[in-house]
């Protein structure tokens, strides 16, 4: 995934991952954070995606699972 991506989880859905479950919360700098948890074959991973605090685009963070 391109570290400048602005759609993160349309690029993960076109390469084979699905979305299972999806939350929202505001985070620790006052932004909402969208947790998403994928699955692709035995794979699994949550994926996390904030407004960048400054500039434009998107933080994402993975974590396998």
Sequence with gaps: MSATSTKPISEMVRAGWTVEHYSAALG???????????????????????????GTGVDVTELEI
């Design 28 to 54: 620790s700098y006052g932004l909402i954070e969208h947790c998403f948890h994928l699955t692709r074959s035995n794979g699994r991973k949550i994926v996390t995606v904030r407004s960048k605090i400054m």
